[in-house]
């Protein structure tokens, strides 16, 4: 939002030197030196009609008097033209013939900076690999981490099955960039992840707790091809049965990120299939929710997937 410059001495557009009145929408024509105290201009003297005749033998006293009331009425109208409510001077009318100004003493208030999506509460960005996830009723970011991968996680926990002394949330979402590998397609790349991925969620955690007894046995229960943010990717999702509670479901996607070099983005989805756990329609909800940062898209269903790499 931008408010205009009151009136008031300006220094000149044209001539440094010169301060010129600035009537609240435009430059008139009156100058002063710059530096003298802010004193609104002189108003044009207000005609007042015509002059009666004046009476015989009283000719110095009536001029005087006549005189006196004129000035009297312009200092009047003068104070009106010049002063407002609030003491300011008001605006003048813009002499004709004075010099052109191309410039005018605008002050524009500094606009807020525009909210960013890292401050939405309901997105989870990865500015790295230029994307959002929709963050759902009943989740909330992970604010610190230890590997500070962007995380979303249910805002429910509970004491997690194969440790009672740990507490674990009903199901987590985070992105990463792939590290130390040579895999170049979104299939090879998930194929590769998902195991990682499931020792990630069910298996021993950064401390070396098994919270959930450990991975038992696992089968694969959806695999393919699917559109994430524009971008062709693939995704592998495992049902996995743990040592202690009733195991989950864990998944792998792989994309390429429509910024910089477009490498890969992989999003491993971990949820537990106990009493309070979301619905695996949740899982595909947030895959169909995922956005380019910044609304720009390209790829699609026309991007072609390579073969996988041997």
Not at 40 to 62: D, Q
Not at 176 to 189: Q, S
Not at 212 to 232: M, P, Q
Request: charged share 15%; aromatic share 6%.
């Amino acid at each position: 939002m931008s408010m205009t410059t009151p009136p008031g001495w300006y220094p000149d557009p044209g001539t440094p030197v010169l301060e010129r009145w600035w009537d609240g929408t435009a430059w008139t024509g009156h100058t002063r030196a710059a530096g003298q105290p802010a004193v609104p201009p002189s108003p044009p003297t207000v005609p007042l009609g015509p002059v009666a005749p004046r009476p015989r033998g009283r000719g110095p006293v009536v001029a005087v008097a006549a005189a006196a009331a004129v000035l009297v009425t312009a200092l009047v109208a003068g104070v009106i033209v010049l002063n407002g409510d609030d003491g300011e001077p008001a605006a003048a009318a813009t002499p004709s013939g004075g010099a052109a100004m191309t410039a005018s003493p605008v002050r524009s208030a500094a606009p807020a900076p525009p909210p960013t999506p890292s401050d939405d509460p309901n997105l989870l960005v990865d500015q790295l690999n230029g994307i959002t996830l929709p963050v759902l009723p009943g989740w909330e970011k992970a604010e610190s981490r230890i590997d500070g991968l962007p995380t979303m996680q249910t805002k429910d926990t509970y004491d997690c099955p194969g440790d009672a002394g740990a507490f674990c949330h009903h199901a987590w979402v985070n992105t990463r960039t792939p590290t130390r590998t040579d895999l170049r397609t979104a299939e090879a790349l998930a194929k590769h992840d998902i195991a990682d991925a499931a020792d990630a969620a069910f298996g021993d955690d950064a401390v070396g707790r098994r919270r959930y007894g450990g991975i038992v046995s696992h089968r694969e229960v959806k695999s393919g091809s699917v559109v994430v943010a524009g971008r062709t990717g693939y995704l592998v999702r495992w049902s996995v049965r743990t040592g202690a509670g009733p195991g989950g479901q864990v998944q792998s996607l792989a994309f390429p990120s429509s910024v910089g070099s477009e490498s890969m983005v992989i999003i491993r989805f971990a949820f537990d299939a106990g009493k309070g756990a979301p619905p695996l329609t949740v899982l595909d909800r947030i895959t169909s929710g995922i956005r380019a940062l910044g609304g720009q898209e390209s790829g699609g269903v026309g991007s072609s997937v390579a073969a996988p790499t041997p």
